[in-house]
């Protein structure tokens, strides 16, 4: 092995869990190590443009993700890279947090410089050395040739829970029938759409669109997003197995961010399945705005402005951990004793193989806790996951792949992460109150 690093906790994947995990790292004091695929941070916030963040909130409006998550916000607003958390106009969340995918790439960075994190970009990690059932390191392919990284603990932040994988540690791969994932979608933006003639549309034929706030609010509001234009989707009978136009706007006053492509029946952990979803996401996304611009009022003059990087993922491989979160979790709103971060995100499950999406709403408080049991391996004790690959039902990751979910499961995993380190314990035994108390200084709510 030509390079080597020393870390104390290594986490894999710059997206919103692994930046949140990083920072949260860095700042107990340990080596911390972030290594991610491509130039830069943000994960699917800005490599497959997801938009805008949703939802910090419950439906009843209180705050339930905070800590690192609300302070990546707070410095975005403070850039001008967002206006904060803003009334839902579209659907079921209470809040939706635009923001700007270039400005929270710098704001990340400079958070996670600040915090003393070694960021590795550029950084592909395609092999974990592992002895006794423990990791011992991860090995980087970069254009510094071979790399060896080596940490007491590891945060598998990939997404697709790929270091749990290649390590050896028992993974699950969609829904149970027949491990089929919930489908994959290429964003895009649009410039020039006429947001006024949209809005007035809307107001005109209400029956054409879901939407949770009362039509004659929609004049005093901005308008956060759409969900609807139900009769021009129909008639166009595009080959694209959804039910309805979606799209949210901003951050410029003219541009939407869309969301209606969809790619079914492929694997995200295939190479090929991958090339293939990349393809069809693409050409379904000129097909998108040819139609957007030919029947949708408020889009005559539009055009695209920006294709995401890579196609969105929903989910793909997760960890097996010392406890999957379940549906019933979810819409009982269940409280656990190792509680380390909290949602108020419904189940949102797009069908993998159907047109429609469920969703499943959350009762009592309107907030459901995440344990740290679903962060830990089941099966290697110094790994730890967060964001998309933690350990859940097909139907609980229809709500703990939100983004601000994600950061906040970071931030634990982080803590607990650095936590094992000073403690030299592995992460199983951290005492929980210990744990949580650590995660209440840093402002999280639990």
């Known amino acids: 092995m030509k390079n080597k690093i020393e870390a104390d906790v290594v986490v894999v994947g710059g997206g919103p869990a692994g930046i949140a995990a990083s920072i949260a790292a860095g700042r107990q004091g340990v080596r911390t190590v972030l290594i991610e695929r491509y130039g830069f941070v943000g994960g699917m916030s800005t490599a497959a443009m997801v938009y805008p963040w949703m939802t910090f909130h419950t439906s009843s409006g209180e705050q339930v993700i905070k800590g690192i998550a609300q302070e990546i916000v707070d410095r975005l607003q403070a850039r001008g890279g967002s206006p904060g958390h803003l009334r839902d106009t579209v659907g079921f969340v209470h809040t939706l947090t635009p923001y700007h995918p270039e400005i929270y790439q710098v704001v990340a960075a400079d958070m996670l410089r600040e915090a003393g994190v070694k960021l590795l970009l550029h950084s592909m990690v395609d092999e974990v050395g592992v002895r006794e059932g423990i990791i011992e390191a991860v090995h980087v392919t970069n254009k510094s040739g071979r790399t060896e990284v080596c ?3 590891f945060v598998d932040t990939s997404g697709d829970a790929d270091v749990a994988y290649l390590s050896g540690a028992e993974t699950l791969h969609g829904r149970a029938l027949d491990h089929q994932a919930q489908p994959m979608t ?3 933006r649009m410039r020039g759409v006429n947001l006024d003639k949209v809005k007035q549309y809307m107001m005109d034929h209400p029956e054409d669109f879901y939407q949770k706030t009362p039509f004659s609010e929609l004049p005093g509001l901005p308008l956060t997003g759409v969900s609807g234009f139900y009769s021009q989707w129909k008639k166009a009978n595009l080959p ?11 951050p410029a006053e003219d541009e939407v961010l869309i969301n209606c492509t969809r790619v079914q029946g492929l694997d ?3 190479a090929e399945d991958l090339t293939l979803a990349e393809q069809e996401g693409r050409r379904q996304v000129l097909m998108m705005a040819e139609f957007l611009q030919r029947d949708v009022p408020g889009f005559e003059r539009a055009s ?3 294709v995401a990087p890579q196609i969105g993922i929903r989910e793909s491989r997760r960890i097996v951990g010392h406890y999957s979160l379940t549906k019933e979790d979810v819409i009982e709103g269940r409280k656990h004793s190792d509680v380390i971060a909290r949602s108020g995100y419904p189940i949102d499950l797009h069908d993998p193989t159907g047109k429609g999406v469920t969703a499943a709403f959350i009762s009592g408080d309107g907030a459901y806790d995440i344990p740290l049991r679903c962060l830990l391996s089941h099966n290697v004790p110094n790994l730890l996951a967060a964001g998309r690959c933690i350990s859940t039902s097909h139907e609980a990751l229809a709500t703990t792949r939100l983004t601000p979910s994600c950061m906040a499961t970071g931030q ?7 936590l094992a380190v000073l403690t030299e314990v592995e992460p199983a035994q951290i005492p929980i109150a210990k744990l949580q108390d650590e995660l209440r200084k840093a402002h999280a709510a639990i």
């Open 151 to 153: 940490a007491k603990v």
């Open 186 to 188: 290429m964003k895009f």
């Open 240 to 250: 694209i197995n959804r039910d309805q136009i979606l799209f949210f706007t901003g």
């Open 268 to 270: 995200a952990t295939n």
């Open 304 to 306: 695209i402005s920006a």
């Open 412 to 418: 634990a995993a982080g803590t607990a992460a650095a």
